[in-house]
C-alpha cells in the first residue's frame, strides 16, 4: 500500500494526462489497475512506482499509468434502447436526409474495446440493408492503446460475446476460435479505431459526424472539461447530427438540445450564430 501522498500524487499525475477526476476515496484502484504494470516494471509496492516518478521524469511511464486508470467498462449493444432509437428513429430519418449525398459517418467516442461500434455495424447491415451502396464509416476513439489495439483485432473472449450479443448475430458477423470470437471482415471494415484523448489539444477529424457516442465518459470529468469537451464535439457535428450520452449525463443546453424519445434522451446541436 501506498502513503496518502503517493496516492495524491498519481491523482495529480492522472489528472492531468486524461482529465480523469479520482477522488481520495477510490485510492484503492491504483492497486489492482497497476498491478501488471508494476510487475513489467520489476516492481511491487505503488510507493515504488512513485518513487521512480519523483527521481526522474519519464512521460511514457506517465501515460501508461493515467491509460491503466481508466474504466474501459463496455459491452455488446449496452443500454439496448439508445440503438432501438436509433433502428426506430433516428437512423430512418438521417437516411432519409442523406439519400443524395449517399455517405454517413459515425463516431464512438471512448470506444474502449470496441463492443459499441461493432454493435453499430451489425444494427445497419441488419436494419438497413439499403446501405451496403452507401459509404459508412465507424470511428472508434479511446485514450487507451492497449483498448484500441484489442477493438483493432476484433477479438473478444466468450464471456464477452455473452454480455449482450444476440446468438443470432454472434453466429453471423464473428468465428470461433477456441475460447474466442473474432469479428468477420464485413463488420470489421465498417470501422477504424485509433488512439484519441478526447481532452487534450483539437480533435484530428476532419469531416463532421451525423451521430456521435460519447456514453459514460463525461463521469469522470470535471464541469470545466466536460463543457470544453462539448463544445469540441459540437465543432464536429454536422448541423442536423445527433449525439448520445449515457443516461446519467447531460450536455450544456447553451449548444445542445435535449429531445426525449423511445425513454432515453438525445442531443441535437444548436445552430451557433456566426
Same mark, same amino acid.
Request: charged fraction near 25%.
Given at each position: ?34 498491478? #501488471?504494470?508494476? &510487475?513489467?516494471?520489476?516492481?511491487? !509496492?505503488? $510507493?515504488? +512506482? ?5 527521481? @526522474? *521524469? ?19 449493444? #449496452?443500454?439496448? &434502447?439508445?440503438?432501438?432509437?436509433? !433502428?426506430? $428513429?433516428? +437512423? ?5 436526409? @442523406? *439519400? ?175
Amino acid at each position: 500500500m501506498g502513503t496518502a501522498a503517493d496516492y495524491g500524487y498519481l491523482r495529480r499525475l492522472v489528472l492531468g494526462h486524461s482529465h480523469n477526476v479520482l477522488a481520495p476515496s477510490q485510492d484503492y484502484l491504483f492497486e489492482a489497475h497497476l498491478s #501488471r504494470l508494476l &510487475r513489467d516494471l520489476g516492481m511491487s !509496492r505503488v $510507493e515504488e +512506482l512513485v518513487r521512480h516518478l519523483r527521481a @526522474r *521524469r519519464d512521460p511514457a511511464l506517465e501515460r501508461a499509468i493515467a491509460e491503466a486508470m481508466t474504466i474501459n467498462e463496455t459491452s455488446f449493444f #449496452r443500454d439496448q &434502447r439508445p440503438f432501438e432509437l436509433l !433502428r426506430k $428513429e433516428l +437512423l430512418p430519418a438521417l437516411i432519409e436526409r @442523406r *439519400r443524395e449525398k449517399r455517405s454517413l459517418r459515425f463516431w464512438s467516442a471512448a470506444c474502449s474495446t470496441g463492443q459499441e461500434a461493432l454493435s453499430l455495424a451489425m444494427l445497419l447491415l441488419e436494419s438497413f440493408p439499403e446501405l451496403a451502396t452507401w459509404a459508412i464509416r465507424i470511428d472508434g476513439t479511446d485514450i487507451c492503446g492497449e483498448a484500441v489495439a484489442r477493438a483493432s483485432a476484433a477479438r473478444y473472449h466468450r464471456i464477452e460475446v455473452n454480455r449482450g450479443l444476440p446468438a443470432r448475430y454472434l453466429v453471423k458477423y464473428f468465428e470461433q476460435d477456441g475460447e474466442e470470437w473474432i469479428a468477420g471482415p464485413e463488420i470489421r471494415g465498417l470501422c477504424n479505431f485509433r488512439q484519441v484523448n478526447l481532452c487534450t489539444g483539437p480533435l484530428p477529424f476532419g469531416e463532421k459526424f451525423d451521430l456521435v457516442f460519447l456514453r459514460n465518459v463525461m463521469l469522470y470529468f470535471s464541469q470545466e472539461t466536460r463543457r470544453s469537451l462539448l463544445s469540441e464535439i459540437h465543432r464536429h457535428t454536422a448541423s442536423d447530427g445527433v449525439l448520445v450520452l449515457g443516461v446519467s449525463e447531460q450536455a450544456d443546453s447553451t449548444l445542445w438540445t435535449s429531445v426525449l424519445a423511445g425513454g432515453t434522451s438525445y442531443y441535437r446541436p444548436v445552430r451557433q450564430r456566426s
